[in-house]
Structure formats: structure tokens, C-alpha cells
């Protein structure tokens, strides 16, 4: 196929021009909100395109296409800025003085390169040294419309990116994982100074690229409150990205199919769900289509696959820092892929699977690293039965109450309930809209329209690499996880490409059938998003948005968040202030102190400990006048699989204050029936 862009841009800008339209007539101070946090934004998408657009000139073979090299750019880029914060490890040096001097000169060296490859190397050295590869015949792409047909799916996308933390969606707790430690610990790391060892927080040990740009988009705001919308703006553009790369990933089939995969992936309701939270699902879904992308070229490519192996190996490590599922998600089926297409070649290539292998550790270790060093167990806190941590970091308790919390329901624990969870997390799940049922017509199309390969030569492409990244994630998901479907997001990038092959199959001799899957999916999928929106009541809270309404916490108006103002009143007074039940760090300023439920908590070692009078005399030793403790947080957890410390109680906190700990404000939220308590702030009388 001969790579040349032909990308619709018309088209394009109208989508990207009628979805901001959108946002901006319906909502004009969130709106306008979005446009004062995009600067800071697309700065780091300019620095991050600059240095990787040079490693991609550097590790891509001579010949490859410009626009490989950008959008693949892109993504090595925003994984050395990632590596790089992790490495640097000091916030206050991604400040916004000295974060704008670094991105500023990323910026200027990216452009000293594209400007000397495209005017300064004579013409007949660049065409030379950067001629595109020819391999395959381009077939048309699509219909250009049918990209307007996005223009709502990014609307709603960019207007979900723009909801403060903690507001969307009732299925993920209201964003608690993103307060807790997508963005909590980040806030304990900017208040600290530097990126170190949290013992209060067990999530902070999970692998954090994704996390590492929030933390350059806060330290480039100079506030983390304030630049939450800046980092939820950089999770919508991992999620534009990631249509870019699976339009990449598909080109192996022609123009036409990697179109038609682009539109099945932008529409995937799950796709604009995500934008939604500040999770780390959008970098995953691009690091993975990336790293199929350079699979697919490696499989083209024989001549040079090893630098493509490379790369697939480079991109799957990213997406193993960005979570720990990227293992079975990405490397292990690019790591089977690679062997397949190996064995499949003239020539034996049996250290294929070592390339790729290398590759991936070279991007993952330092994680690996990092939690080696804090922890004595890199991939802490997994395979602690053969990995133990070191003494004193974690303790049997919270262990086993990770290890039950973190397993399926014991309903859903046999095959039956296995099976039954996949068919309503995956198969039937609004979230996955129409991608099986495009995935079953465009295989079925496949299968029943073979023609002749069209190829140069005798590679021909193959969708077995795709099928082995859906059915490997999906046997490691029923085995080996607590069967949530996000944790199968991935399956998006490779069957979108299946469909679309299919699907452009289709469209060059059976066009009126193709124009009606491609409605149908659109509109079904666009149906399933509606659906969501209306059971989360998306748009009854943005009809009470007034721009970036981050008030709704810091000022307590949101229910179980009248505390916040209260003790940050506290703490900004030079009080410290134990935090008990409640992890959500985000908005609370330093000087409370908290504790993840998993974790080892002092306070509940000293509680099981120590008379009522002498736990007092342990709070005041560690210089804590208040105590707030959260009884509907508390409650939650106890009943729940994840448990909560025996030692933590009412009725500790009843011998405390009759020993002179003095309650003095409880707080509550409304109900149908009134208002209800669901925590209270105590002080600790002085010695």
C-alpha cells in the first residue's frame, strides 16, 4: 500500500469547529472555562509531538511516512515526557516558570528538525533519505461525511472533560479512584516537593505514566485544583489520539479500512465515557493501538521488521505504565504476534519475540524499578506469594483484603458467573455499543468475500495479530481479574480494525449495505451514549455548570463534601488533621493526613493498642489537634469486600470523648427524609 495521507481535513476541522460550537452555545462559561485550560494543554502536546517526532526520525526505518512519524511521534513523545517527570521526580521543577523554559525549548528543537529535513536538506538527499516506502495499492477511503457524523460523540467528550473531578460517573464512584489517587497522590507529591514513597497510599505503587502528565499539566497551572481541567483536557486528547493511531494501525488493509476503523473507534460510546474521569484507560487504548500499528509494519515490512519490533515493543511497555494490565492486554499479545508472524516468514526469525520482549522492558523498567526501591517488590503490590515486599511496608491484614476486594464477586466466581459477567460487562454493555456486532458482520463479510491478495510480492496482510489481542485479554480478563469492564477496554483498538476490514470489503461491491452498517452503527452507538448520559444524569448537572466549578467542592456543595472548606480552614491555620475512613485526597490541602483503606494505619495499630487516654497522648505526640472521621465512608467499606480495621469504631470514638476528645461540627447532606450525618470533626484536647 502506498502510505499517503489523505486525510479528509475539511471534514475534519468541520467536526472538531461544529463540537466546540456545540459546548459553546449550550454551555458559554464552560466553554469558555475549556479555552482558558487549553493553552497549558496543547503546549505539552507541541513538546511532547517536538521530542518524539525526533525519536521517531531516529528509531523508524528510512522511508517511513510523515504521518507515522507524527502520530507515532506523538505517542513515543508523550512517553518520554512521562519517563521523564518519573525520572526527574521533583515537581517544583516542573513549575510553570521552569516547565514553560523546558517545553518551550522541546518545542523549538522539534521544529529545528522538521524545518531542516523539509528546507535545508537538499532535495535530492531528503528524497533520498525520507522517500516514502511503496509496498501496496492505496484503495479510496470513504465517504468524506461520514466524519460529521462525530461531531456529537466529541462534543459530549469535550463537555464530560470539563466536569470537576468527582462529578461523573455513579458507576465509578463518582470519579473516587481519580480523588483518591489518579490525582490524589499527585496532590501529596506537589504539597511534598517531590515524587517519593507514599505509606498511605497503595495505589501510588501502581505504574504512572499516564499520571505523570496530569502532574506536568498541574505543576504547569502552578495549582493542582486549578489544573485538574488542564489534566482532564490531556485524557480527552489520549482519547483523540487514540482514533488517530487505530487509523494508523489499520492502514495494513487500506485507506478505506483504517477510515472506517477510526470512526468505529471515535463512536465506541466507551471511548467518550472515558473522557468523562481522569482515568488512565485513554493512554492505554493509544499505547496499545500504537504498538499494534508497529506490528502491522514489522508484518510489511520484512526487510526491516526488527525496528518495527522495536517500536511495537517500546509502545507496549508505555502501555504497561500506564496499568498493570497492559501485560496480558498488549505485551503478551504483540509478544505471541510477533512469534506467529516469525515462524510465518521465508526467513526463520525465531529472536523476533526478544526484540519485542527488549523493547517493552526498556519503557517499563523504570517503574519496575521505582517500586523495587520503595517497596523491595516491583510490581508491588501483585505476586506478593512469590515477591514479598519488605518487612514493615505491608502486613497480612491489608493483604488479604486486597486480594478479596480485588476478586470477583463470589457469585460471579465460577464459569457460570464468568461467563455471565462477560456477556454484561463486554458483550452486551452499552459501554461497547455496537463493536461486536460490527466485529461478527465485518469477520462474516471477510470470510465470505475473499479475493485475491492485492500485495507486491507475497506478504499479505493478516488479522490473526488483531484476534490474538482480543482473545488473550479476554482469557486473562475472566481468569485473572475482578471481571469489571474497563479492564477489557483495550479489545476496542483491535476490533475496530476486524469490523472495518470487513466492512471495506463491503463497501466496494455491496456500497448500499456498507452505508447501512455504517448508520446503524453510528446511531446504535450514539443510542447506548444517550443511555449512559440519562442514567448518570449527565445533562441535569450540566445545566448547573457555571465554569469550572471546582466551588462545588472546595466550598462543601457537594454532597459529602462539606467538610472540605472546614478543614482546609484548619490546616491553612497550621492544624494537623487525621482524616479517618475517608481517602479523598484531592481536595483537601496539606496537613490532613489520610490513610487507603489497604494500607497499614498506624492509627488503627494504636487504636487496637492503647487505653483511650494513651491514644490521645499518641494523636498529640504526632501533633494532630482534630480528627475527622468520615461513618458513611467507614460503613461502606465494613460492609463491603474491601473491610475496614476492627480496631477503627463508634465506640472508639465514644471512649475518646469521654476521656476529653470533644466533638465540634458534624456534617450532613439531605435526603427525602432529612438531613443526614455522615461524618464529624473532633478536637484533641491539649495535654
Known amino acids: 500500500m502506498t502510505h499517503t495521507m489523505k486525510a479528509p481535513f475539511l471534514p475534519l476541522l468541520l467536526t472538531a469547529f461544529g463540537a466546540c460550537a456545540l459546548v459553546a452555545v449550550g454551555w458559554p462559561p464552560v466553554f469558555a472555562a475549556i479555552v482558558s485550560a487549553a493553552p497549558e494543554a496543547l503546549f505539552m502536546l507541541a513538546a511532547a509531538l517536538s521530542w518524539g517526532y525526533i525519536i521517531a526520525c531516529l528509531l523508524t526505518p528510512r522511508g517511513t511516512e510523515f504521518e507515522w512519524r507524527l502520530i507515532g511521534g506523538i505517542g513515543m513523545g508523550l512517553g518520554a515526557c512521562s519517563l521523564s517527570v518519573l525520572l526527574v521526580g521533583r515537581p517544583e521543577v516542573l513549575h510553570r516558570s521552569t516547565g514553560s523554559v523546558v517545553l518551550g525549548l522541546s518545542v523549538a528543537a522539534g521544529l529545528v528538525v522538521v524545518a531542516w529535513q523539509r528546507w535545508i536538506v537538499p532535495k535530492e538527499i531528503r528524497d533520498r533519505l525520507f522517500a516514502v516506502h511503496t509496498s501496496r495499492e492505496t484503495r479510496p477511503p470513504p465517504p468524506r461525511w461520514i466524519w460529521l457524523a462525530l461531531m456529537p460523540f466529541l462534543a459530549i467528550a469535550l463537555l464530560a472533560a470539563s466536569f470537576p473531578p468527582g462529578t461523573l460517573w455513579p458507576a465509578e464512584g463518582n470519579g473516587y479512584d481519580v480523588l483518591e489517587y489518579h490525582f490524589g497522590a499527585l496532590r501529596d507529591w506537589l504539597d511534598a516537593g517531590r515524587i517519593l514513597y507514599l505509606p498511605q497510599n497503595i495505589y501510588s505503587n501502581f505504574p504512572m505514566n499516564i499520571e505523570m502528565l496530569y502532574l506536568l499539566s498541574m505543576g504547569l497551572v502552578g495549582n493542582p485544583v486549578e489544573g485538574a481541567l488542564t489534566a482532564q483536557l490531556i485524557n480527552l486528547i489520549l482519547a483523540i489520539l487514540t482514533v488517530a493511531a487505530v487509523w494508523l494501525a489499520a492502514r495494513s488493509w487500506g485507506d478505506r479500512a483504517a477510515w472506517i476503523a477510526a470512526v468505529i473507534a471515535a463512536s465506541c460510546p466507551y471511548l467518550t465515557y472515558l473522557c468523562g474521569v481522569a482515568y488512565v484507560e485513554n493512554g492505554l487504548l493509544l499505547f496499545a493501538a500504537l504498538s499494534l500499528a508497529a506490528l502491522g509494519r514489522a508484518s510489511e515490512d520484512s526487510m526491516r521488521g526488527r525496528s518495527w519490533l522495536l517500536l511495537a515493543g517500546l509502545f507496549a511497555g508505555l502501555a504497561c505504565g500506564c496499568k498493570y494490565t497492559g501485560v496480558p492486554a498488549v505485551v503478551l499479545p504483540v509478544l505471541l504476534a510477533s512469534a506467529w508472524l516469525a515462524l510465518r516468514a521465508k526467513r526463520r526469525r525465531y529472536f523476533d519475540p526478544l526484540i519485542v520482549l527488549i523493547g517493552a522492558t526498556i519503557t517499563f523498567a523504570p517503574w519496575l524499578v521505582r517500586n523495587y526501591n520503595n517497596t523491595g517488590n516491583p510490581v508491588f503490590p501483585l505476586a506478593r506469594s512469590f515477591l514479598p515486599e519488605r518487612p514493615g511496608v505491608w502486613d497480612d491484614d491489608g493483604a488479604q483484603r486486597w486480594k478479596e476486594g480485588h476478586l470477583p464477586a463470589p457469585e460471579h466466581r465460577s464459569m457460570a458467573g464468568r461467563l455471565d459477567r462477560l456477556w454484561h460487562e463486554i458483550i452486551a454493555s452499552p459501554l461497547f455499543g455496537m463493536t461486536w456486532l460490527l466485529v461478527v458482520v465485518g469477520a462474516a463479510a471477510f470470510v465470505m468475500m475473499r479475493r485475491p491478495a492485492v500485495a507486491v510480492g507475497s506478504d499479505q496482510p493478516t488479522l490473526l495479530p488483531c484476534w490474538i489481542m482480543i482473545v488473550v485479554p479476554l482469557i486473562c480478563w475472566l481468569a485473572f481479574t475482578h471481571l469489571v469492564g474497563r479492564f477489557a477496554v483495550t479489545l476496542i483498538v483491535p476490533a475496530s480494525i476486524i469490523a472495518a476490514v470487513g466492512l471495506a470489503r463491503f463497501a466496494e461491491s455491496h456500497r448500499l449495505i456498507f452505508v447501512a452498517c455504517m448508520i446503524t452503527a453510528v446511531v446504535g452507538n450514539a443510542a447506548a451514549l444517550s443511555r449512559i448520559l440519562l442514567e448518570a444524569r449527565f445533562f441535569e448537572l450540566a445545566a448547573l455548570r457555571s465554569g469550572r466549578d471546582v466551588d462545588w467542592f472546595t466550598a462543601g456543595q457537594w454532597p459529602t463534601h462539606a467538610h472540605v472548606p472546614r478543614i482546609n480552614e ?118
Open 570 to 687: 484548619l490546616t491553612r491555620d497550621g492544624h494537623r488533621v487525621l482524616v479517618v475512613a475517608d481517602a479523598r485526597r484531592f481536595y483537601l490541602e496539606a496537613g490532613a493526613d489520610y490513610c487507603v483503606v489497604f494500607n497499614r494505619n498506624p492509627f488503627a495499630e494504636a487504636a487496637g493498642s492503647l487505653p483511650a487516654h494513651e491514644l490521645l497522648v499518641w494523636l498529640r505526640n504526632r501533633d494532630y489537634r482534630h480528627i475527622h472521621v468520615d461513618w458513611s465512608e467507614m460503613n461502606r467499606l465494613r460492609k463491603s469486600r474491601y473491610g475496614f480495621w476492627s480496631s477503627i469504631n463508634e465506640a472508639l470514638f465514644r471512649e475518646l470523648e469521654q476521656e476529653g476528645l470533644r466533638r465540634i461540627q458534624d456534617f450532613a447532606f439531605e435526603t427525602e427524609s432529612g438531613p443526614r450525618v455522615y461524618a464529624t470533626l473532633y478536637a484533641i484536647p491539649p495535654p
